[in-house]
């Protein structure tokens, strides 16, 4: 199984910063892929905010861009989600996601159908304004 622990959640004034962290305890019969945060507001639904791909590619929603920076370490099992001029509507729990797969099954088949997702517990985010 892979366990994600987030930290670095808290209480912001619009216009300010966090720091979000989650790192990735896994077999060594697995391989993480994508990393990535998710975030959801009461009473919405679940979304992504950004990803970024085992070789550093990133991606994010177009409400956050410019703003949020995804990064990963050099070993590949912590992700960090810069959040720079928050925004009261960033206000929701955030949760860390890994993509992950067993490295048995990627060399039997040749590419990744038996990978799966996994959550972290999330992390508040709120920001007032």
């Known amino acids: 199984q892979v366990d994600l622990v987030e930290s670095g959640g808290g209480w912001v004034q619009a216009g300010g910063s966090l720091r979000l962290s989650c790192s990735a305890y896994?077999?060594?019969?697995?391989?993480?892929?994508?990393m990535g945060w998710y975030r959801q507001a009461p009473e919405k639904q679940r979304e992504l905010v950004a990803v970024?791909?085992?070789?550093?590619?990133?991606r994010y929603a177009d409400s956050v861009k410019d703003r949020f920076t995804i990064s990963r370490d050099n070993g590949g099992n912590t992700v960090y989600l810069q959040m720079n001029s928050l925004k009261p509507e960033d206000t929701a729990v955030y949760f860390c996601?890994?993509?992950?797969?067993?490295?048995?099954?990627?060399?039997?088949?040749?590419?990744?159908?038996?990978?799966?997702?996994?959550w972290g517990r999330g992390t508040q985010v709120t920001v007032s304004s």
């Open positions: 996601n890994a993509q992950a797969e067993k490295i048995a099954t990627k060399i039997i088949f040749g590419d990744s159908r038996y990978e799966r997702g996994y």
């Open positions: 896994l077999p060594t019969t697995f391989s993480l892929n994508d």
């Open positions: 970024v791909s085992k070789g550093g590619y990133a």
